[in-house]
């Protein structure tokens, strides 16, 4: 099913009181839509990966830093409260005066809330309800704010998790915090784990510090992540690291490039807005295809999800490897 809040944010171009197309717009968090096809110039801002590749694919430029100044941004906030409000701050940095921001959300994520922050922000908003969706729009004239609040900003920016040196932001899975299931599988790390080893959906680079810090075999660790702002955080976290590392903005479930003596993750079960089994099960499947004979898997993930069936499809000889009563870690050998 098509994006909701996107097919809810295009009304804003319909109907009576239609927003009129500029000739050209930026889309905070692009998605493609067939009707966006007929847009004369729309660059694209997306850091999922799977969704910029879409992006490009269907034939939309890509912005990879949103800057400057534009008639019109589009914007998909995002979900944690934090993400929503620095980025309607650094939407409305965007707009140029006389143009407007336009952003969509589902009723679920808290739209009616969001829409009336920004209203507090920045004034009145024209507002619209659909497919469990709002789309409101801002229009930024001469009479409004030039900023919205500075506290907004400052809180989707980079900070650093109490008592570690670890840097996260607003958005990126795990933002402010070590993942519990993820701490369980750092601390069972076999010391002896050796040679070239990849981390996949390696998040801001917890499993990669942990590898780094317990397995002084390890040569090399290739982090593969497809959100851009958690490797861009990886790249803080892990830097200066003696021994090589590669960051790939990277679809794992298409598959991984090279060999690997071993894999780390902790596998997404999520795709956007829903559960995905099948995402989880997409990066299992390419780390059985990766690893070179004998080279083991190690993973977390909570108990109920089903991937034992699929590692034993691939061919791989596992066995448990501990956890607790949420989560289980599984160590399987090819
Ligand atoms: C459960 S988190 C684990 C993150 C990190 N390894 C940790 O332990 O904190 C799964 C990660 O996979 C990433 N991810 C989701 N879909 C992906 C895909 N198709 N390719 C690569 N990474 C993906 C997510 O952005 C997220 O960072």
Redesign the pocket.
Known sequence: MPNPALETLLLAFAGEDALAIPSRGLFLGAEAHPALMAWPELHGWQPH??TADAWTRAGFPRCDTPEGHWPLILQLPGKSRDEVLAGFARAWELVEPGGALVAAMENGGGAKRFEKELAGAVGGLISRQKNKCRVFVARRDANGPATMPAEWLEAGRRHTIPSTQFVTEPG???AGRI?PG?QLLAEALPIGLKGKVA??????G??ADALLRRCPAVEQVDL????SR?LDCARVNLAGRARPLKFHW????TGLPKRYDAIV????FH?GRSSDVG?GQAFLKAAAAALVPGGELWLVANRQLPYESVLDACGLRRSPAGGDATYKLIRAVR
């Open positions: 990966k799977p990126i899975f795990s993942d993820s981390d996949l959906g390696a998040g801001w917890y499993l593969y992540e497809a959100d958690a990277f679809d794992v479930a993750m902790n596998p997404p795709s995402l």
